[in-house]
């Protein structure tokens, strides 16, 4: 069952039974135990809360999580409180936001009342509630802090449909902790009475000092009242309006003839022209962008607009620098901004339990939605880098945690994984992360930037890390033929070097074919990078035979290449890691590992940024050849000839029979050899006789430009 009892009363791991005494107490008698339970059962009531969606979102609380199962079920939620006085029941902390909350009634055996949130404990997980009227027959628990031990506890729990109340009353003594800093601290049970039932204290929060304090009544605890509560809020609103906005990014497309391969786009192929992200205003021009966008996504950002809450236009920004960490961007304000956000100094760890004003910070298309409230840390993990993460339950993608001062303890951020384990791992959970994790970071830029992951230039967007070798996959055949079985997993992870391009990197380190790769490692990173490779079919089984009867609707580049892409895993990873770093990368070979070591560089132009160029008139669109496509062809650097890379149906060359992965070697019987050659070739010519190469097949096709007459024609071949 779902944590519907109340905790303040249930949780029972350990007890504080007054001073520590030499002795240890009898255990307690069953009748002695009837009369704890009958004594101070009138004091347990039945608090019912009604709840309901709101705009298509299911009920949520704090490190209670979703409450739908309530509304599906067609019943409240039902847990314990405590009743205080006649009036005021203290219940556990929701930490949910009033718009769930359809209604709240408390139960005393055959009484009901109606009631209303009051109050919250400022330092224990606890709220209060006002009912509207007494409830006959229950008893206010009278709280003394005088009582001597030993002392029990006692729990009210609802079990299926039961409600149980229990006694437990071992061992005496408590326990004490004491931290590597010097912290003393004891753990309490949440509700403890004396041996004949009588109250002694309260305490929802996993550490008490030694002083006794969680003892005495909850109405002397230090509290906000629902009033206090809505001025807390309304200076939160105040403050996230200055200083959390929308910002809009807005990206290039990416090149179509460049998206087909399963490595690109980045966080899961993103192909995105427009995103929405949240923005801290950190100081008058600088704003912190949450996103975690891999390089290619980043290289296609074009242009930044905020907008401030109060401010009719939005304000035009520029990229600084992407967190080499921390899955966002810090943008330059073009005008400066007012309301720049406080980063809290205080250490997160000493903030646990306290009641924390919330804003949940939301994007509804290009509308900005937040809700007011609060949460409380109820406990940390130790993370990346021994860094402390706290756990504030609830919707933490969304949510920022302000303190008194309405500076930001918490914020939402994605920690942006090393290229070794975002695969395993995923892109970077957002996690609740404190601001003073953040601020170190913010303060050294210089040491704390990826210089890899900025926005490029229409014309450097799609290049290319590479090594210069072209990897066939494992299987578990080729691992036992190789003799790297152990190594790969029978065949599951590394690659056969099936080619090494002359004078390229793999080339000038000594790498030969055959030769097995097995991973890469980059300097600083602890984890190797398994390599991976796919076969690529295409190039075996390309139609050449059936190419002039495919429909025209392949020729506008839908249809895959013939040869093997330039991105692939390997080249991916490199590229994403960033140009200029270092790596190892470990192959077998001769029954034994060879190590190389390498620079991140970027390849020779390729196929995707090759120097193209488009002819309206001829309806077609011709490229640079280059080095992988000259090796699927097995043509030499000297032979002449521009690739086609996409013709226009029922154009001049689409009437003649050009299809895309020709290659044109003449025009007018004069030798290309570049597309600037081909262009100046066609221009203001009358006629335009094309010699066509089709892998070993070779045809003329000769167009004819002016006005009149056929408009090509293809000699048989």
């Not at 330059?332 to 339990?353: H, I, Q």
């Not at 799609?462 to 691992?479: D, S």
């Not at 010699?691 to 090509?712: I, Q």
Request: charged share 25%; with cysteine.
């Amino acid at each position: 069952m779902m944590k519907c009892a109340m905790i303040l009363a249930m949780l029972t791991s350990s007890v504080l039974a007054g001073p520590p005494t030499s002795k240890t107490p009898p255990p307690m008698s069953k009748d002695d135990k009837l009369a704890v339970i009958k004594a101070i059962r009138p004091s347990f009531v039945h608090v019912e809360y009604t709840m309901k969606f709101d705009r298509g979102e299911a009920p949520r609380g704090g490190s209670w999580g979703s409450f739908d199962q309530f509304i599906r079920q067609e019943r409240p939620m039902e847990t314990t409180g405590v009743l205080l006085d006649a009036k005021t029941v203290i219940v556990d902390d929701l930490m949910m936001h009033p718009r769930f909350m359809k209604s709240i009634a408390v139960v005393y055996e055959g009484s009901r009342t109606s009631a209303k949130v009051s109050g919250f404990a400022a330092k224990q997980s606890v709220m209060y509630l006002t009912l509207d009227k007494p409830l006959k027959g229950a008893k206010p628990a009278k709280f003394d802090a005088s009582l001597p031990g030993p002392y029990v506890n006692v729990r009210h729990t609802l079990v299926a449909n039961e409600w149980i109340t229990t006694v437990n009353d071992s061992p005496a003594g408590g326990s004490i902790s004491v931290t590597d800093t010097g912290g003393k601290f004891s753990r309490v049970s949440r509700f403890m009475v004396d041996a004949k039932g009588r109250p002694v204290g309260i305490s929802t929060v996993s550490r008490v000092g030694l002083d006794a304090k969680w003892k005495g009544s909850p109405l002397d605890w230090e509290k906000y009242s629902s009033a206090d509560m809505d001025k807390k809020l309304k200076s939160i609103e105040k403050i996230t309006d200055g200083g959390i906005f929308r910002v809009a990014l807005n990206f290039r497309s990416p090149k179509k003839d460049f998206g087909a391969s399963r490595y690109s786009g980045g966080s899961g192929g993103d192909k995105g022209t427009e995103k929405n992200a949240v923005g801290l205003l950190v100081d008058k021009k600088t704003v912190l962008v949450l996103g975690n966008y891999k390089p290619s996504i980043t290289a296609r950002l074009a242009t930044i607009a905020v907008y401030p809450t109060d401010a009719e236009k939005p304000v035009e920004a520029k990229f600084s620098h992407t967190l080499r960490d921390y899955g966002c961007l810090i943008v330059t304000l073009e005008k400066p901004l007012n309301g720049a956000l406080k980063f809290s100094k205080e250490k997160v760890t000493s903030l646990r339990d306290r009641l924390l004003s919330a804003a949940e910070v939301t994007l509804q298309g290009e509308k900005r939605v937040v809700y007011y409230g609060h949460r409380r840390i109820t406990s940390f993990t130790l993370g990346w880098k021994r860094n402390v993460y706290p756990s504030v339950g609830g919707r933490t993608g969304n949510t920022f945690l302000f303190d008194d001062d309405g500076a930001i303890v918490i914020f939402p951020l994605a920690r942006r994984p090393k290229v070794s384990t975002e695969e395993r791992y995923g892109g970077g959970e957002v996690l609740a992360t404190p601001t003073t994790q953040i601020s170190p970071v913010l303060a050294d830029l210089a040491s704390n930037v990826d210089t890899s992951n900025v926005p490029l230039t229409e014309a450097d967007e799609n290049r290319l890390a590479w090594l210069g070798v072209v990897l066939q996959p494992l299987n578990r055949e080729l691992a036992r033929a190789n003799n790297v079985s152990d190594l790969t997993r029978d065949g599951q992870i590394g690659a056969v070097v099936s080619y090494v391009y002359p004078d390229s990197p793999a080339d000038k380190a000594g790498v030969k074919m055959s030769w097995v790769m097995l991973n890469i490692q980059f300097d600083g990173d602890p984890k190797p990078i398994d390599i991976k490779a796919r076969e690529y079919s295409p190039g075996a089984n390309f139609p050449w035979a059936r190419w002039d009867s495919l429909p025209a609707r392949y020729w506008d580049g839908k249809f895959p290449s013939p040869w093997q892409p330039t991105e692939t895993f390997l080249t991916r990873k490199l590229t994403d890691m960033g140009f200029g770093k270092k790596f190892t990368a470990t192959f077998f070979a001769d029954g034994k590992q060879i190590k190389k070591k390498f620079t991140v560089v970027s390849s020779p132009t390729h196929y995707h940024t090759a120097a193209k160029f488009k002819s309206k008139k001829v309806g077609l669109t011709v490229r640079e050849m280059t080095y992988e496509v000259r090796r699927y062809f097995l043509k030499a650097a000297k032979d002449p000839g521009v690739i086609v890379s996409a013709v226009e149906p029922g154009s001049k060359a689409g009437v003649g029979g050009v299809k895309p992965f020709e290659i044109i070697t003449h025009v007018n019987d004069q030798p290309i050899s570049s597309v600037k050659e081909f262009e100046n070739a066609i221009k203001d010519k009358a006629e335009l006789r094309l010699a066509v190469l089709r892998m070993t097949k070779n045809r003329l096709v000769k167009l004819r430009m002016s006005a009149g007459g056929s408009a090509a024609t293809r000699p048989a071949r």
